[in-house]
């Protein structure tokens, strides 16, 4: 059974059963790939002119890749191992931007072996090792995101200021090397919708610096930074009106017919349509609150935690089966490893719960098993694949044929071997 009425009855339903976890009371989650394939659609609605491509980084869960490239995306990836688990859910070479601006050379030997053609840089060095090593690579020169970016390491760290951008553009061509275009990231997530307006503005004025110097650029990728969550979709929509507003007024698409946009957004895909079950393995009552101990933590799937605390990045929960009349009582979550800065929630409020009681949290996918670690040997490493009805009504068949296909593989297990993660699939339900 892979459609449920809800995420709450599949959360219902699986908690009960054991099937595909080791035990019963084991955290898992729950992905909706109907909802993804509604993001991507509403993506389709706000930005046509935009194709994306999906940074597998925020959530590599290979049903999810299998899903989005079936529907239409591309597929961002960072790494050799992400490139070849991209290429097992059967994506095509050609809709793989291999997106690292510092690649390994025996990662970008792959990428070459593979076919995957797409690369970025961001600096002479790296444009001369890709000279060296794939000469016939296609390559985007990203772009520094100039401004205020709640992701500001991000910027420090990558992309070219516009002095050094026309520096390389100009060795691009001395060495025969195929630039095709720009590349940039404003960083993750974009609260400010003028953010992309400035950057792309920037990226217009290298199309034209390497128009003078006979280069034509037919590529323009404006990266990620879009969230994904339900309290974040106004948000999403202005920002479009802004890109779409920027692209009009910049890249006319008379005056670039041929120009391809495309973008790489990760947490966007992943939000909402991951949620997490875990079981409370312990309690110990104190005078002013209740602490309780659950099955994953700061070390597994909620490691992004030490970042949070912002109004965009905060984990919710819900006991599963909750009485509405039960008083709250203030309330500490922690994780299961030994370490004692394994706190998942410092303060909630959680009716009285027992050993054994499921909690549910929603939007719990970008950002979350990507960074988990094997540390204590305790993650969670089963995912049921599913849809939910009310999605479901509202695909068209080939939509629903797609789900269908990549949810006969219902259950992903990710086994880790001490700090390194693979990915398969097994069993059904």
Same mark, same amino acid.
């Given at each position: 059974?892979?459609?449920?009425?809800? @995420?709450?009855?599949?959360?219902?339903?699986?908690?009960?059963?054991?099937?595909?976890?080791?035990?019963?009371?084991?955290?898992?989650? &729950?992905?909706?790939?109907?909802?993804?394939?509604?993001?991507?659609?509403?993506?389709?609605?706000?930005?046509?002119?935009?194709?994306?491509?999906?940074?597998?980084?925020?959530?590599?869960?290979?049903?999810?890749?299998?899903?989005?490239?079936?529907?239409?995306? /591309?597929?961002?990836?960072?790494?050799?191992?992400? &490139?070849?688990?991209?290429?097992?859910?059967?994506?095509?070479?050609?809709?793989?931007?291999?997106?690292?601006?510092?690649?390994?050379?025996?990662?970008?030997?792959?990428?070459?072996?593979?076919? @995957?053609?797409?690369?970025?840089?961001? /600096?002479?060095?790296?444009?001369?090792?890709?000279?060296?090593?794939?000469?016939?690579?296609?390559?985007?020169?990203?772009?520094?995101?100039?401004?205020?970016?709640?992701?500001?390491?991000?910027?420090?760290?990558? %992309?070219?200021?516009?002095?050094?951008?026309?520096?390389?553009?100009?060795?691009?061509?001395?060495? %025969?090397?195929?630039?095709?275009?720009?590349?940039?990231?404003?960083?993750?997530?974009?609260?400010?919708?003028?953010?992309?307006?400035?950057?792309?503005?920037?990226?217009?004025?290298?199309?034209?610096?390497?128009?003078?110097?006979?280069?034509?650029?037919?590529?323009?990728? @404006?990266?990620? %930074?879009?969230?994904?969550?339900?309290?974040?979709?106004?948000?999403?929509?202005?920002?479009?009106?802004?890109?779409?507003?920027?692209?009009?007024?910049?890249?006319?698409?008379?005056?670039?017919?041929?120009?391809?946009?495309?973008?790489?957004?990760?947490?966007?895909?992943?939000?909402?349509?991951?949620?997490?079950?875990?079981?409370?393995?312990?309690?110990?009552?104190?005078?002013?609150?209740?602490?309780?101990?659950?099955?994953? /933590?700061?070390?597994?799937?909620?490691?992004?935690?030490?970042?949070? %605390?912002?109004?965009?990045?905060?984990?919710?929960?819900?006991?599963?089966?909750?009485?509405?009349?039960?008083?709250?009582?203030?309330?500490?979550?922690?994780?299961?490893?030994?370490?004692?800065?394994?706190?998942?929630?410092?303060?909630?409020?959680?009716?009285?719960?027992?050993?054994?009681?499921?909690?549910?949290?929603?939007?719990?996918?970008?950002?979350?098993?990507?960074?988990?670690?094997?540390?204590?040997?305790?993650?969670?490493?089963?995912?049921?694949?599913?849809?939910?009805?009310?999605?479901? /009504?509202?695909?068209?068949?080939?939509?629903?044929?797609? @789900?269908?296909?990549?949810?006969?593989?219902?259950?992903?297990?990710?086994?880790?071997?001490?700090?390194?993660?693979?990915?398969?699939?097994?069993?059904?339900?």
């Amino acid at each position: 059974m892979n459609c449920y009425a809800s @995420i709450k009855d599949a959360a219902g339903f699986l908690s009960s059963s054991n099937y595909g976890r080791r035990f019963g009371d084991d955290a898992f989650m &729950i992905c909706d790939l109907s909802e993804a394939v509604l993001l991507l659609q509403q993506w389709m609605e706000f930005m046509p002119r935009i194709r994306p491509f999906y940074a597998m980084k925020a959530g590599p869960h290979p049903p999810l890749v299998k899903v989005l490239q079936l529907e239409g995306a /591309g597929i961002d990836c960072a790494s050799q191992k992400e &490139i070849d688990t991209t290429l097992e859910m059967g994506t095509k070479p050609e809709d793989i931007i291999y997106s690292n601006p510092n690649k390994q050379i025996s990662h970008l030997l792959h990428a070459k072996e593979k076919n @995957i053609t797409l690369t970025v840089y961001d /600096g002479a060095d790296e444009l001369k090792k890709i000279h060296a090593h794939y000469p016939d690579a296609r390559l985007l020169l990203r772009l520094h995101a100039s401004g205020e970016s709640r992701s500001g390491a991000m910027n420090d760290r990558f %992309g070219a200021n516009l002095p050094r951008a026309r520096l390389l553009i100009k060795l691009s061509k001395e060495l %025969g090397m195929n630039t095709i275009g720009i590349s940039f990231h404003v960083g993750s997530p974009c609260l400010d919708p003028s953010r992309y307006h400035q950057v792309i503005k920037e990226a217009r004025e290298m199309f034209d610096f390497a128009a003078t110097l006979g280069m034509k650029f037919e590529m323009l990728n @404006i990266g990620g %930074g879009f969230e994904g969550s339900l309290s974040s979709t106004d948000r999403f929509k202005q920002i479009a009106v802004s890109i779409n507003q920027a692209l009009d007024e910049l890249f006319d698409e008379n005056q670039f017919p041929k120009l391809r946009i495309i973008s790489e957004p990760g947490r966007y895909f992943c939000d909402r349509t991951f949620t997490l079950l875990t079981n409370i393995i312990a309690k110990r009552e104190n005078e002013t609150n209740v602490d309780y101990t659950i099955n994953d /933590g700061v070390c597994g799937s909620y490691a992004r935690v030490p970042f949070a %605390g912002t109004e965009y990045d905060k984990f919710e929960v819900y006991p599963l089966r909750d009485d509405a009349a039960s008083v709250r009582k203030r309330s500490r979550l922690y994780g299961p490893t030994c370490a004692g800065f394994d706190i998942v929630k410092g303060e909630t409020f959680l009716p009285n719960l027992e050993i054994g009681d499921w909690l549910i949290w929603p939007e719990c996918g970008s950002y979350t098993f990507a960074m988990a670690t094997s540390f204590n040997s305790l993650w969670t490493d089963v995912f049921y694949n599913i849809s939910t009805k009310e999605n479901r /009504g509202k695909l068209d068949r080939n939509s629903q044929q797609n @789900i269908d296909f990549v949810c006969e593989d219902s259950v992903t297990t990710i086994k880790r071997i001490h700090c390194s993660t693979t990915l398969a699939f097994s069993g059904g339900i």
